[in-house]
């Protein structure tokens, strides 16, 4: 199947007829994905680098997992969808499984940082 025209008018239209379009054709709708993709990286590497800090403060290899904190943002992910959601419906499981695919690879990531940073003050600490 080929690709939709991006400079036609719509084909469908929604049943609820309180639904504000977006976009007058799906090129625009694009452009603002794009444009919103590139915020939402910009948060994600500026997010990735106080990740990175993290592991300044964290002892051993546990701490840098923390299952409290994961929880914790999980649950905060899933409020923040309900607070910002305009009509998606089930925008709480997309933001949920976008979190715990990032936090997952955010882990991975301080865990090497971790395991290559000297321990400075505290001889208990794990290298």
Not at 61 to 70: D, G, I, K, S, Y
Not at 75 to 99: I, P, Q, S, W
């Amino acid at each position: 199947m080929n690709e939709p025209a991006t400079d036609g008018a719509p084909l469908r239209a929604f049943r609820d007829p309180a639904y504000v379009p977006l976009a007058r054709d799906l090129a625009e709708v694009r452009a603002n994905i794009d444009r919103l993709d590139d915020a939402i990286v910009a948060l994600i590497a500026e997010r990735a680098m106080y990740v990175k800090d993290a592991a300044r403060f964290k002892r051993d290899p546990q701490q840098v997992a923390a299952p409290a904190r994961q929880a914790e943002v999980f649950a905060r992910a899933r409020d923040l969808a309900a607070r910002h959601d305009r009509g998606f419906e089930g925008l709480a499981d997309v933001v949920e499984a976008t979190y715990r695919t990032m936090v997952a690879a955010f882990i991975s990531g301080e865990e090497r940082y971790f395991h290559n940073m000297q321990s400075i003050g505290d001889p208990s600490c794990e290298p």
